[in-house]
């Protein structure tokens, strides 16, 4: 079946889907749903700690009501028990604003015990979530021990103690401090409107943030959140799920794109479209990779997400000449596959992340203006430069659905 065919097989498929929803109820096809706010992939992350409490600081994308965390024990090897898990607004540092923290329950109950390499989703939580907010989400086990799940290069300050304060809203016992996220990998809203939905980054350090200013969020997918904030889109929720080290085919920093896509990407509520930004890890590791390879990765990944209904925008690989694995060759492969997701209609929507980084002068380069330093990771002004290249409305699944293909 050629990848045309395939893609009007597809097509049907969706617009099946559609007319059966036009038929359904009305009161069903304006259901509200739970839309991922805010995530981050889960790794294994050294070894639990028993009586560990983690004030984890995360940023809202989307606004809605009825909020659900997701604590992960994906990586873990016995069952973990959390037995205090609340939530509340930051003020600063690790102290809340006063009366904002509260107690999550799951399945009425405070305490939760999550199977070895199973997640757990909390009850809904009452009340509103703005957007662009610092939440902190404070947990505690009494039992952790042996491979810890989280997610290690969060840019972003959290807040650790020895004991249960949890339920606490001044700082002063949440003395310790990381720069990683332990076992939450999700949070969610109900936003007000049944149309909204969410973009997931998939991506490797780049998407992670690692170049970016710590606890600004400035972060490319937070400079892209900014900006469907003001937009009116019916896109509003972004998920940062990007690895440090990630590759599309292998394991090693964390799991493959292609082995995390279902738990990381599918798996979050209300998605609606998947962002495809990896490779450069695999090109530039000298491991006999060739385009082809990637472009195999690419098609198994767009596949498998349009299946699950979602649609796929892919990134063109940015530049890296000047760092130390640049040679002719990895460059020849970069260019084979930047040629493959410009041209060859497997994605929805290309975001052209090299055009917007690279140097007029020499093309091959990030512009300096925009390097972070090492030639490969972006600065603050070049996660902006990336946000601002992504085409908004092409984020909108349903709509471009109906148009199929995209022009």
Known sequence: ?????????RCAVVLLAAV??????AQAADARHDVVTWAASADRLGEGVADRGYRLVVHTSAAGSELRVRLSNAFGDRPLTFDNVHAGVRR????????????????????????????????????????????????????????????????????????????EEGGGNWTGTTGSWFYLDTVSVRPPSAATGAVVALGDSITDGWQSTTDLNRRWPDYLSRR??????????????????????????????????????????????????????????????????????????????????????????????????????AEAVRQEVNQFIRTSGEFDAVADFDHALRSPYDPERILPFLDGGDHLHPNDKGMQAMADTVDLDRLDCRSQALSWPPS
């Open 1 to 9: 079946m050629t990848a045309r065919l395939a893609r009007a097989v």
């Open 92 to 167: 600063q540092g690790a102290e809340l604003q006063k009366g904002s923290n509260r107690r999550l329950t799951f399945g009425g109950a405070r305490t939760v015990t999550v199977p070895a390499g199973a997640t757990v989703w909390s009850d809904p939580l009452p009340g509103k979530v703005p957007a662009g907010t610092d939440l902190a989400v404070s947990v505690h086990s009494p039992d952790a021990a042996g491979p810890a799940t989280g997610h290690g290069m969060a840019m972003q300050t959290s807040y650790v103690t020895q004991g249960d304060h949890t339920g």
């Open 20 to 25: 059966a929803c036009q038929s359904a109820p």
């Open 228 to 329: 469907l904030r003001t937009a009116g889109t019916t896109v509003e929720g972004v998920a940062n799920e990007g690895i440090s080290g990630n590759k599309v085919l292998a394991d090693g920093a964390g799991q493959s794109a292609l082995h995390r896509l279902d738990r990381d990407v599918l798996s979050q509520p209300g998605v609606r479209t998947v962002f495809l930004f990896e490779g450069v890890n695999d090109i530039k590791a000298h491991t006999g990779v060739t385009a082809q390879d990637m472009i195999a990765g690419y098609r198994e990944i767009a596949d498998r997400a349009h299946a699950a209904g979602r649609c796929v925008v892919g990134a063109t690989v940015g530049p890296f000449k000047g760092w130390s694995e640049w040679d002719p060759a």
